[in-house]
C-alpha cells in the first residue's frame, strides 16, 4: 500500500488529487454536533495543498437514497474543513455534474475544494458493478491521483472507495495508515491481558466480532442494549428490555465456548431500569432505580449497567495491557444513563495499557461526555471497519488501495 509520504515525494504540485475522506458527521439541523472525522482529515489535506496539489475531496453523510437531499448536504462539512484549514474552501453543489466540473476546474495550486454528498448519485453505493464503474469513470475525471483516507467507509464496496483507486494512481492517507496501524497491534502485535468491552443495541451486530475474540481476548465485557440478550440467554428476568429472541441461542453457544476456551465473558451485575424510555430531546428526570441484572421487573427495561457492574467492569480493566471498546453501556445521550459509559471510559483514561476507543457511538460518547481525547491511545473513525477488521473480513476500501 503505497503511503501519501510517497506520492508527495513524487511530487503533486499542480495536480489534481482526489481525496476520499470520511465528513459523514453527525448534524442538528445544519449544525454540526461532532466534527471529530472533519479534524481527522484535515493532516492529509493539508499536506496536499501544502506541496501544491489541488485537492478534491468527497465524502457520504448519511444515508440519503441515490437522490439530492438538502438534509444530507455536505455544506455544513465544507465550511467546517475550511474553518480548521483557515482557508477558503469552495463547494460544488453536485457530485460530478457542472457545478463539480466547474469548481475543480477553477481550483489553484494549493487549494481545496470539496464536492457535495456522493451518495446523491445512485451509482456509489450500487450492487451492479457496470453502474457502480460509470460512476466512478465521472468521478476519475475530476482528478490524476486518488488518496484514499475515508477509514469509516472501507468496509463499503462503493464506487468512490472501491472502484475508483482502480483507475487512478493511488495511495493511503495519514488516517487511514494510522487506523490500520492500530488495528494491526489488536490482531498481530497484542500485549496482554487483552480486554475487549462491548456495548451497543444490537447483539446481532457484535457476534461475529465475539467469534473472533473468543480465541485471542482475555476477557470480554458485554454492555448496552444487547447485555439484556445475553442475560436471558443465563434464564434472567429481563422485562421489557432491549431484547434479541432469536439470538439466544448463539449467545448460549459463545457463553459455552468462552467457558472452555477460558475467556471470562463477563455480564452486568445489576442495572438501572425504568418503565419508559427517557426523553433525549429534553432530557427530562428520568428516575431509574437500581435491580439486579437477574430480576428486571416485568414492567421495566434496563437502560444502563448499575453501580456494581461500573465498580466490576473498572475492575475487570484495570491491569489490562491492551484495550478495546466498541459500544455505549447505556443510554449514554441521557445523564440519568450515562454513567455506564463514563466509568468505562474513566477506566481506559486511567489505563496504564493501551486503549483504543472503536468509533461510532463510544467516539461520540468520549467527546459528549467531556472526556480528553488525547488521555486515550486511539479513537478510531469507524466502528464498522474496525470490527470487520477484527472479524478477519477483507475490507474493499484497504484492499484497492493495495498496488
Same mark, same amino acid.
Given at each position: &500500500?503505497?503511503?501519501?509520504?510517497?506520492?508527495?515525494?513524487?511530487?503533486?504540485?499542480?495536480?489534481?488529487?482526489?481525496?476520499?475522506?470520511?465528513l459523514n458527521v453527525p448534524l442538528d439541523g445544519t449544525t454540526i454536533t461532532d466534527d471529530g472525522r472533519i479534524r481527522a482529515v484535515v493532516p492529509t489535506v493539508k499536506a496536499l495543498a501544502d506541496a501544491?496539489?489541488?485537492?478534491?475531496?468527497?465524502?457520504?453523510?448519511?444515508?440519503?437514497?441515490?437522490?439530492?437531499?438538502?438534509?444530507?448536504?455536505?455544506?455544513?462539512?465544507?465550511?467546517?474543513?475550511?474553518?480548521?484549514?483557515?482557508?477558503?474552501?469552495? #463547494?460544488?453543489?453536485?457530485? =460530478?455534474?457542472?457545478?463539480? @466540473?466547474?469548481? !475543480?476546474?477553477?481550483?489553484?495550486?494549493?487549494?481545496?475544494?470539496?464536492?457535495?454528498?456522493?451518495?446523491?448519485?445512485?451509482?456509489?453505493?450500487?450492487?451492479?458493478?457496470?453502474?457502480?464503474?460509470?460512476?466512478?469513470?465521472?468521478?476519475?475525471?475530476?482528478?490524476?491521483?486518488?488518496?484514499?483516507? +475515508?477509514?469509516?467507509?472501507?468496509?463499503?464496496?462503493?464506487?468512490?472507495?472501491?472502484?475508483?483507486?482502480?483507475?487512478?494512481?493511488?495511495?493511503?492517507?495519514? /488516517?487511514?495508515?494510522?487506523? =490500520?496501524?492500530?488495528?494491526?497491534?489488536?490482531?498481530? %502485535?497484542?500485549? @496482554?491481558?487483552?480486554?475487549?468491552?462491548?456495548?451497543?443495541?444490537?447483539?446481532?451486530?457484535?457476534?461475529?466480532?465475539?467469534?473472533?475474540?473468543?480465541?485471542?481476548?482475555?476477557?470480554?465485557?458485554?454492555?448496552?442494549? &444487547?447485555?439484556? $440478550?445475553?442475560?436471558?440467554?443465563?434464564?434472567?428476568?429481563? +422485562?421489557?428490555?432491549?431484547?434479541?429472541?432469536?439470538?439466544?441461542?448463539?449467545?448460549?453457544?459463545?457463553?459455552?465456548?468462552?467457558?472452555?476456551?477460558?475467556?471470562?465473558?463477563? !455480564?452486568?451485575?445489576?442495572?438501572?431500569?425504568?418503565?419508559?424510555?427517557? %426523553?433525549?430531546? *429534553?432530557?427530562?428526570?428520568?428516575?431509574? *432505580?437500581?435491580?439486579?441484572?437477574?430480576?428486571?421487573?416485568?414492567?421495566? &427495561?434496563?437502560?444502563?449497567?448499575?453501580?456494581?457492574?461500573?465498580?466490576?467492569?473498572?475492575?475487570?480493566?484495570?491491569?489490562?495491557?491492551?484495550? #478495546?471498546?466498541?459500544?455505549? &453501556?447505556?443510554?449514554?445521550?441521557?445523564?440519568?444513563?450515562?454513567?455506564?459509559?463514563?466509568?468505562?471510559?474513566?477506566?481506559?483514561?486511567?489505563?496504564?495499557?493501551?486503549?483504543? !476507543?472503536?468509533?461510532? %457511538?463510544?467516539?461520540?460518547? =468520549?467527546? $459528549? /461526555?467531556?472526556?480528553?481525547?488525547?488521555?486515550?491511545?486511539?479513537?478510531? $473513525?469507524?466502528?464498522?471497519?474496525?470490527?470487520?477488521?477484527?472479524? +478477519?473480513? *477483507?475490507?474493499?476500501?484497504?484492499?484497492?488501495?493495495? %498496488?
Open positions: &500500500m503505497k503511503t501519501i509520504d510517497e506520492l508527495l515525494s513524487e511530487g503533486v504540485s499542480g495536480k489534481r488529487v482526489f481525496v476520499r475522506a470520511d501544491g496539489a489541488r485537492v478534491v475531496v468527497a465524502s457520504h453523510l448519511g444515508r440519503p437514497k441515490g437522490a439530492p437531499d438538502p438534509a444530507f448536504s455536505l455544506a455544513p462539512a465544507a465550511a467546517r474543513l475550511g474553518e480548521l484549514l483557515d482557508a477558503d474552501v469552495p #463547494f460544488a453543489t453536485d457530485t =460530478v455534474g457542472e457545478s463539480a @466540473r466547474a469548481t !475543480v476546474a477553477a481550483l489553484a495550486d494549493g487549494q481545496v475544494a470539496v464536492v457535495e454528498n456522493l451518495r446523491f448519485n445512485a451509482g456509489e453505493t450500487s450492487k451492479d458493478d457496470a453502474e457502480r464503474g460509470a460512476f466512478a469513470d465521472q468521478l476519475a475525471a475530476l482528478a490524476d491521483l486518488y488518496v484514499g483516507d +475515508g477509514f469509516g467507509a472501507v468496509h463499503r464496496k462503493h464506487a468512490s472507495v472501491y472502484d475508483l483507486p482502480a483507475r487512478l494512481p493511488h495511495g493511503a492517507g495519514y /488516517l487511514i495508515a494510522k487506523e =490500520v496501524a492500530v488495528l494491526k497491534k489488536l490482531t498481530e %502485535d497484542l500485549q @496482554r491481558p487483552y480486554v475487549v468491552a462491548l456495548g451497543g443495541a444490537k447483539v446481532s451486530d457484535k457476534l461475529a466480532v465475539i467469534d473472533q475474540l473468543l480465541g485471542k481476548a482475555d476477557r470480554i465485557l458485554i454492555g448496552g442494549g &444487547m447485555a439484556y $440478550t445475553f442475560l436471558k440467554a443465563k434464564g434472567y428476568e429481563v +422485562g421489557g428490555s432491549l431484547l434479541q429472541e432469536d439470538q439466544i441461542a448463539a449467545v448460549q453457544e459463545y457463553v459455552e465456548r468462552a467457558e472452555k476456551t477460558g475467556v471470562e465473558l463477563v !455480564v452486568p451485575v445489576d442495572a438501572l431500569s425504568a418503565t419508559e424510555f427517557p %426523553d433525549l430531546k *429534553t432530557k427530562a428526570p428520568a428516575h431509574p *432505580t437500581t435491580v439486579a441484572a437477574d430480576a428486571i421487573p416485568a414492567d421495566q &427495561m434496563g437502560l444502563d449497567i448499575g453501580p456494581e457492574t461500573r465498580k466490576l467492569y473498572a475492575s475487570k480493566l484495570a491491569d489490562a495491557a491492551t484495550v #478495546f471498546w466498541n459500544g455505549p &453501556m447505556g443510554v449514554f445521550e441521557h445523564p440519568d444513563y450515562a454513567e455506564g459509559t463514563k466509568a468505562v471510559a474513566q477506566a481506559l483514561v486511567e489505563s496504564k495499557g493501551f486503549t483504543v !476507543v472503536g468509533g461510532g %457511538d463510544s467516539a461520540a460518547a =468520549v467527546r $459528549t /461526555l467531556g472526556f480528553d481525547e488525547t488521555a486515550f491511545g486511539h479513537i478510531s $473513525t469507524g466502528g464498522g471497519a474496525s470490527l470487520e477488521y477484527l472479524e +478477519g473480513k *477483507t475490507l474493499p476500501g484497504l484492499a484497492a488501495l493495495e %498496488d
